[in-house]
């Protein structure tokens, strides 16, 4: 199909006037004191571009398949990470690492954002319609809490793989993330929000995403109600003990490693492509950008647990933060591990 073929509005139907009515009725705070964020069915958004319009196209107009896998995340706890594994995982029969599209392309051209990507891009072109001649299974990813995805991701027999990380390394590397946006917005010669903004507003739930822990606690009540629906996997295990882990996505996706590929070393080859190292030096991640603005290599940063240590973080904020995820995740069994193991 021709992608730059116009809109099917048998197929699109979300028009303008509704998308600002409804804006206007959206509640609103300042992240950072910098940028708008409006709050949309419960978590905050930054609607300063088409973005509530993607949302309600997302929501109206996607149609899961049985086969599909979608990875869920709040920004910053190791998406582009999950996306290389379960792309390698997934794909290890059609290409084996050696011959990896991953060479040379983004982990996030490979697994699309559905509302960022594939919903929004639609204003531009209809990419939409490509979802329907897609082979299966279709991996796709989304930021969305587990409330706002649309009715058929939930009744359908796709599944879902979420991926969350300690709430200060994920702040931190926000922040770092945020800098180029922030200067666009700002201007170079304006101060740059702190890490005490950062903390504060994180705090408040006040997050792009946020906020965080309900977040979280969404999709780890579906992974306990539905394991079979939804896996649960954090960035600290996934560090400690990766061929555990490589495992568990495996079988969830209905392929599980046989005992011949672990013993001819398909699971470490695949950990090792996968590592932060290997992935920055790819061509496809050096250069270029995601969403128009984020720079691909930006996605790479330290990948480390505990970054925060090296930040101006200090033992009240420590403090605060430990005392918060006891109040959020009481009662849940949910847990997080703020140091290396
Ligand atoms: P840091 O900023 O702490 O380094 P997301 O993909 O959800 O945007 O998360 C980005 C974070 O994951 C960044 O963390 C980034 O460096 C880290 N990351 C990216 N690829 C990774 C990999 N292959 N292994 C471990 N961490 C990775």
Redesign the pocket.
Known sequence: MNPNEPHNDQEIIVHDEEVEQLKQGLPKTMFLNKIELEKYQGFWYSFNTNMLKSILMFQRHFQARDTDLIIA?F???????LK?ILYSVVNRFKHPIKQSPLFSNHPHELVCCLEYDIYRDAFEYPRPHHLNELPSPRLFHTHFPYMTLPESIKVSGCRILYITRNPL?TL??MM??AMKPIKELVGEDVELPSIEDYFEDFCEGKFINGPFFEHVIEYWKQSLEQPKKVLFLKYEDL?KDPILHLKRVGEFVGMPFTESEEREGVIKEIIEF???NN?KELEGNKSGVINKIYDKKS??????VG?WTNHNITPAMVEKMKKLMQEKLEGTGLSFQLLPH
């Not at 920004?75 to 990470?81: L, R, S």
């Not at 996605?299 to 480390?304: A, Q, V």
Request: proline share 4%; charged share 25%.
């Open positions: 995340s920004p910053k706890t190791g998406t582009t990470w290389s390394d931190v590397s770092y993330f560090k996968c590592s932060i992935l996605y790479f940063r330290k990948g480390e970054d």
